[in-house]
């Protein structure tokens, strides 16, 4: 069970716009940590994609966005393009834990 | 360019050992804290372990503390993960991961090693 749920799943069609949610609890996203996410696909390197809950690293396509509010966070890509399926992880840090933590992820297809 | 490269993956046997290297460049290494995140099959992204700059401090997940030891060597611009009592729970890729300093995330990864704790 990890401490920051993630929907397993989320698809949408070429073009669309689609969004991920983390929920987290009091001890982390809701004690003012920042949320980030990154973008996985198998078999290579995890790569950042937004920092600090809505902050996108030099490179990564503005389709890509972040928000957050109280003890939730949301990744959302807008006009959805096929190199964009992956695996989508949300992570923050948990002062009960004292532990960085991640969600399970969230799978994105495009149809 | 970051590059973070690492290397000593096996298959060891429950209740073996192994260490693994992250060879780190592009960066001031001795500037930031660096990390051990693993994927078991199957599973997603989990935590193992942060050392300090200096090496000074580390901490570890709880499913991992008291068995595995982080350390670095600031002179080779290296990682270390030593791990002891390995279980089959273990077996996962290892990534180490580049820590941003100000802020509590992970902005460069390797591209991992596989261990395997399998009899």
């Known amino acids: 069970q990890s401490v920051l749920t993630q929907p397993p799943s989320v698809s949408g069609a070429p073009g669309q716009r689609v969004t991920v949610s983390c929920t987290g609890s009091?001890?982390?996203?809701?004690?003012?940590?920042?949320v980030h996410w990154y973008q996985h696909l198998p078999g290579t390197a995890p790569k950042l994609l937004i920092y600090d809950s809505t902050n996108r690293p030099s490179g990564v396509p503005d389709r890509f966005s972040g928000s957050k509010s109280g003890t939730s966070a949301s990744l959302a890509i807008s006009g959805l393009q096929a190199e964009d399926e992956a695996d989508y992880y949300c992570q923050s840090y948990d002062s009960g834990l004292s532990a960085y933590v991640f969600g399970a992820g969230t799978k994105v297809t495009v149809l | 360019e970051v590059q973070l490269v690492e290397s000593g993956g096996d298959l060891v046997q429950p209740g073996g050992s192994l260490r693994l290297s992250c060879a780190a460049s592009?960066?001031?290494?001795?500037?930031?804290?660096m990390n051990w995140v693993r994927q078991a099959p199957g599973k997603g992204l989990e935590w193992v372990s942060v050392?300090?700059?200096?090496?000074?401090?580390?901490y570890y997940a709880d499913s991992v503390k008291g068995r595995f030891t982080i350390s670095r060597d600031n002179s080779k611009n290296t990682l270390f993960l030593g791990m002891n009592s390995l279980r089959v729970e273990d077996t996962a890729v290892y990534y180490c991961a580049k820590k941003n300093s100000g802020s509590y995330h992970f902005d460069y990864w390797g591209q991992g090693t596989l261990v395997t704790v399998s009899s």
């Open positions: 592009g960066f001031t290494f001795s500037s930031y804290a």
């Open positions: 050392i300090s700059p200096s090496g000074n401090n580390a």
């Open positions: 009091s001890s982390n996203i809701g004690a003012r940590y920042d």
